[in-house]
Every structure is written in C-alpha cells, then in structure tokens.
C-alpha cells in the first residue's frame, strides 16, 4: 500500500536537484498547479582545458555539460565526424553548435542506449568528451574492437554549503547530484524520489533507495509527466 504524501495535494513540496530559470516550463507548470518547488543544482561544474582532440569517426556526448565544454573550446574536428546523444534534449543543444545528431538514444535504461549505440557505430572509431568522474556506461558496453577514446572536459565538484528543506518528493538528476544529497540527508519514509536515468537509479541504491520513479526520456517533458505520474499515483 503506497503511503500518501505528508502535505496536501495543493501544498505539495518538491525538490529538483537543478538550478532552473523562472520561465522554465517545468518550473512553471509545477508552480502553477499549486507545488512549491526547491530547485538547487549540488554540483559545481568546472572545465577542464585540453589542447588536442584526438580524431574519430564518432563523438558521444552523454551530457549537455559536455557539449558545452567540449565546443567551448573550438576543437578540430574533421568534417565527416558523426555524433551521438544520449537523447532529444542533447541533441535539440548539439543543434545550437551546429552539429546534428546522428544517433540519439531513446529512453532513460542508459545500459540499452549504450548497447543501441555499440550495434550504431559497429567497428568504428569514438570519442568521449566527458567529465573526469564519468561512470562510462557508453564505454562498458562498447566491443574490444571499437577504438574509444576519453577526453576530460570538465570536472564535477559535490557543494557542501547548502541548507534544504524536508520536500513531500526528491528529484535527482544526475548520480552526483544523489552523492551530494545523502552527504547531508537521508530521505524520510513515504517521500517520493524521482530518478533521471538508470544511472541515478543506481546511485540511490547505494544509499538505500529501493525504489525509485524514472521518467520516459532525457529531457524536461519527460520529467515533468514523471513527476505528476507520482503525485496522481501517491494521492489515491
């Protein structure tokens, strides 16, 4: 039997672990149905400078981050290089740099995509702009005869100076974001939490968390419908 929330339907708190501009759709949307909404990323995010980008016939993208820090940096890249996202929303940014995606990933199991993308690029050479603490899900899934690269491109620091309230729901997006939560909290019995990936999903195991929502796919429509999903669910 699901436990109702702590707070009434109309008072409902959630907590995004992601700092969101005021006119951001899911901000508002929650806002407007009543929800008061603590948005705060945890991690601080810092480039990492590279002088060289090693060639390949693919580059993987498994963030916006790093898109950011890798273009930010004017690269070379050889004309006929394909490129890969993990989803919609990274390939709709991949875009505002020019570049379009050749293979997106669809849904949120990043262990599927990663093997989608292995059958994709078959023998062919890629490479990983990424962060310095990346779980590699992409790589791990790659065949020995795929020829992959990694390229730091920035770094993940967890911030420690933050003060959050106690939310009726939990929205984590990213792993890291789970390790600099559970630093200083430990989630309450009957709060809903929501996790942007298999990846977060398997962090929360780490601290306990048994069972997690996920939304359908890697962007904010995706996770917006997660979220009202499980407060429909959680008031019956």
Aim: proline share 4%.
């Amino acid at each position: 039997m699901k436990k109702r929330l702590h707070s009434p339907a109309n008072n409902l708190t959630i907590f995004i672990s992601k700092d969101l501009k005021e006119d951001n759709l899911l901000l508002t949307t929650l806002k407007a149905k009543g929800f008061e909404v603590v948005h705060q990323s945890l991690i601080k995010i810092s480039p990492i400078r590279f002088s060289y980008a090693p060639k390949s016939q693919w580059i993987f993208f498994s963030s916006k981050n790093a898109i950011t820090h890798f273009f930010g940096q004017n690269p070379e890249i050889d004309p006929g290089t394909k490129f890969g996202v993990m989803g919609q929303s990274s390939a709709a940014y991949l875009e505002e740099f020019g570049k379009k995606a050749d293979f997106i990933g669809t849904g949120t199991d990043t262990a599927k995509i990663a093997k989608d993308f292995a059958a994709c690029i078959q023998n062919d050479t890629v490479l990983f702009p990424q962060a310095i603490d990346s779980l590699q899900t992409i790589q791990k899934h790659l065949a020995f005869n795929n020829i992959s690269s990694n390229l730091y491109v920035y770094k993940t620091t967890l911030i420690t100076d933050f003060d959050l309230p106690q939310t009726d729901m939990l929205v984590f997006t990213s792993p890291s974001n789970v390790r600099a939560w559970f630093a200083k909290y430990k989630s309450a019995e009957g709060q809903i939490i929501v996790a942007m990936g298999t990846s977060t999903l398997r962090e929360l195991n780490n601290y306990g968390v048994k069972e997690a929502a996920m939304p359908e796919s890697f962007d904010e429509e995706g996770l917006l419908e997660a979220i009202l999903k499980q407060v429909e669910t959680s008031l019956l």
